[in-house]
């Protein structure tokens, strides 16, 4: 007889043990021969050598499903410990279009046309620049598809950051330190990593720094390797910004760029980067440009309706 420790690594003790350990008290019955023992992120197990080994092997099956889908049920713990074959992994039947299964299993799917060319154009090319108006999700999908990167471990980190730009407010007059004046402006990111992430998952990524949100500034100096980066509400980054975020590009890296032309902040609109570097990049290999448009709202039917007029009273101003 002989003993292991088992570490339940990238997953939540609790997802993984159930509440009341409900989910590890039905692992154990499926192995009646094996003593185990669960404390923290540790599993101890005893038994023979034979045994623990076939044990390891579902653990690491029922591991790797909560890793891509952050919930299991009694029933897929059942379907995946009795399985024959110990390299399938059981996958849910409603995965066409799925980017990610997020907080407690929510599929993450592109929802329309654009959103599903972003996805297409993110496996061909490592620039890409999502311009179009607020709601068609242009941010929510690069996350997700930040987060998948992630989670397939084709990246090493995820790094999101925005121009910290006052659209109408004061900055300097925002309560707190620098830290708290600054949180406003990231929450929406916040916003679509808590969708994704189990929170306390999240936590511990941007305690260890696999995931870092900073304002645009911070990234002067950095080279990014091995990382996939989002650069939101670009069209308040200046020309020389932009060009800076952009160069920080490393080794194995994926940069995606959003931004809304509509929606400048800057004293002077000619002053947007995100203009010029659609003009001057698009058409140069492994760049892409995506167009987002009313058809690619998501929010409220209504937003749809706002946009369109902005845009008509727009034209209309220009005559």
Not at 110 to 139: F, S, Y
Not at 196 to 205: D, G, Q, V, Y
Request: glycine share 6%.
């Amino acid at each position: 007889m002989i003993e292991k420790i088992i570490y339940l690594e990238g997953v939540s003790p609790l997802d993984f043990l159930g509440v009341n350990n409900i989910r590890f008290d039905r692992i154990r019955q499926h192995f009646p021969k094996l003593k185990l023992l669960s404390r923290g992120d540790e599993i101890k197990v005893s038994g023979e050598a034979v045994d623990i080994e076939v044990f390891e092997d579902k653990i690491d099956g029922i591991l790797s499903f909560l890793h891509r889908y952050n919930t299991i049920s009694l029933e897929e713990i059942d379907e995946l410990l009795m399985s024959d074959d110990t390299s399938e992994k059981l996958t849910k039947t409603d995965e066409k279009d799925v980017l990610l299964y997020g907080e407690s299993g929510k599929p993450v799917r592109a929802q329309t046309t654009n959103q599903r060319v972003l996805v297409e154009e993110c496996m061909k090319n490592d620039l890409l620049l999502a311009i179009g108006p607020a709601g068609t999700g242009k941010t929510y999908t690069a996350i997700a598809l930040a987060v998948r990167s992630l989670k397939m471990r084709e990246v090493k980190r995820i790094v999101l950051t925005r121009p910290a730009v006052e659209a109408g407010e004061r900055l300097g007059f925002l309560p707190g330190d620098f830290k708290e004046k600054l949180d406003p402006y990231l929450q929406p990111l916040y916003d679509a990593l808590n969708d994704m992430i189990p929170s306390k998952k999240l936590k511990t990524f941007m305690e260890e720094g696999v995931i870092q949100i900073a304002p645009l500034a911070y990234m002067r100096g950095r080279t990014l390797d091995n990382a996939f980066v989002i650069l939101d509400e670009a069209q308040n980054a200046t020309v020389n910004q932009l060009k800076m975020f952009l160069t920080r590009m490393g080794k194995n890296a994926k940069f995606i760029v959003t931004g809304d032309v509509t929606q400048i902040d800057l004293p002077k609109a000619q002053d947007s980067g995100l203009i010029l570097a659609e003009k001057i990049l698009a058409g140069i290999r492994g760049i892409s440009v995506i167009h987002f448009d009313q058809r690619d709202i998501v929010r409220h039917r209504l937003v749809k309706s706002i946009v369109d007029a902005y845009a008509k009273h727009g034209e209309s101003e220009k005559k």
